[in-house]
């Protein structure tokens, strides 16, 4: 067949025109049309058909076609299709991301003026001391959050005036407020060393200072992984008055990695529904870019496996090799606010006048009175399996394998984050 015999207009669709680029669809059937680009200025021309050889004869018959048409016939695009190769479209893309690079220097200029201010006032209170501190109301810690919220570095922000109005309000207590303060002198050490960190580094900052990400490039570019993903415990605890947070923490059964579901509400507004703790559900999640992985998104919809249910939980033997874990986590990924942890053979009981639970090597770790009396009940002098979260002072229980079955403990009476620190 001869290019010149395709040279008409009723042989094609949908005129369009972006710069010197044209194209036009051509159907050769009802359920298939290629579609044929020609560049006016370069002679360039594409075509998605896989005929050979090139240039095939639709888009030789296209060029000719061009040459012979009114401008008014092509519909103005403001960019060029998406089926037309990398090269062509290079210069828009490459526009894109200089936007996207703009956007980011940005921000980073206006996270630096919060982030100037935070180390005028830490030097501030270091100088006066902690106990001097003590003495101050809340509105001298609210003030240096509101200057880090213009900042746009609002997760900062929170934890620094939600952790000094509790100690504003239990000096007694200082320990959650320090740790906030060495978590924020740790990110502005990493500021000034930003060019030196590699990705998830970067990544594990911007998200400790509040920096958001988007959840179609999490999606779309962060670590994929398909699996069967065991629903082992879920956390719910209010933030601020009116912010709460559900933590969902799944076990992948092949991959044998933990995955962290985190989900917000704000006001009268309630989570959606939540997974049953012990269930199986079936389906890949995309993980958040760090150093140490664990927050992640579902790609698509998860499959729940009705007949099925978790009867067993692979964990640690010790605390000690917990213990080890974490620390090798926050050599990664210092902001790590609690590490998931599932303890096999452990054992509720008494340490004076406090109870804990014992794992195998017979160390102890306090828990709440209310947790550990249900433990108590539940186990009979028998060992359990627990998982919860350990924040590396602190365990904290969220769920228990009892008789082949997932108990949640989530119904039970839990200190808040400004409390904790009081059962380490």
């Known amino acids: 067949m001869r290019p010149d015999l395709l040279v008409d207009r009723a042989f094609f669709r949908h005129y369009a025109r972006c710069g010197n680029w044209r194209w036009a669809a051509l159907p050769v059937s009802v359920e298939q049309v290629h579609w044929v680009a020609v560049n006016t200025a370069t002679g360039k021309v594409f075509c998605t058909c ?11 018959a296209f060029a000719q076609l061009v040459g012979r048409l009114e401008e008014d016939c092509f519909e103005v ?6 089926w037309l190769p990398f090269e062509l479209s290079a ?4 526009t894109a991301r200089r936007k996207n690079t703009d956007a980011e220097e940005l921000r980073w200029k206006r996270a630096r003026q919060g982030l100037e201010e935070l180390t005028r006032w830490l030097d501030d209170v270091l100088e006066r001391g902690i106990a001097t501190c003590a ?16 900042a746009s570095l609002r997760q900062l922000s929170r934890r620094i005036r939600t952790a000094g109005e509790a100690f504003a309000q239990h000096p007694e207590q200082p320990e959650p407020f320090l740790a906030v303060l060495a978590d924020a002198a740790i990110a502005l050490r990493a500021v000034e060393r930003r060019d030196r960190l590699d990705e998830r580094q970067q990544r594990d900052l911007e998200a400790f200072l509040g920096f958001t990400f988007k959840r179609e490039d999490v999606r779309t570019k962060g670590e994929r992984l398909d699996d069967t993903w065991a629903v082992v415990g879920i956390v719910q605890e209010t933030l601020e008055a009116d912010l709460r947070e559900r933590r969902t923490w799944l076990w992948g059964i092949q991959s044998r990695r933990f995955a962290l579901l985190v ?24 993980f958040y870019p760090s150093a140490w992985p664990l927050r992640a998104l579902p790609v698509d919809t998860l499959r729940h496996l009705p007949e099925q249910a978790i009867r067993s939980l692979p964990g640690w033997r010790t605390f000690a090799e917990m213990a080890h874990t974490f620390a090798q986590a926050i050599a990664r990924q210092p902001w790590i606010s609690a590490l998931p942890a599932a303890v096999e053979a452990v054992v509720p009981a008494f ?4 109870i804990g639970i014992s794992d195998s090597s017979d160390a102890w770790l306090p828990v709440t009175e209310a947790t550990g009396w249900v433990l108590l009940a539940m186990s009979g002098g028998l060992p359990l399996t627990i998982f919860g979260e350990w924040n590396g002072e602190r365990f904290r229980p969220v769920s228990v394998l009892c008789d082949k079955r997932f108990v ?9 984050s400004s409390e904790a620190a009081s059962l380490a």
């Open 263 to 286: 989900d917000y509400a704000f006001g009268v507004e309630d989570f959606a529904p939540a997974f049953p703790v012990g269930s199986l559900q079936v389906g890949t999640l995309a």
């Open 91 to 94: 210069q828009i893309r490459l």
């Open 408 to 416: 949640t403990l989530s119904h039970i009476c839990e200190p808040s």
């Open 77 to 82: 695009h403001p960019t060029l299709p998406e």
């Open 135 to 150: 003495a101050e109301d809340p509105h001298f810690y609210r003030l240096i959050a509101t200057r880090l919220a213009d």
């Open 50 to 60: 896989a005929l050979r050889p090139r240039p095939c004869l639709h888009v030789q």
């Open 351 to 354: 340490c004076g006048s406090s």
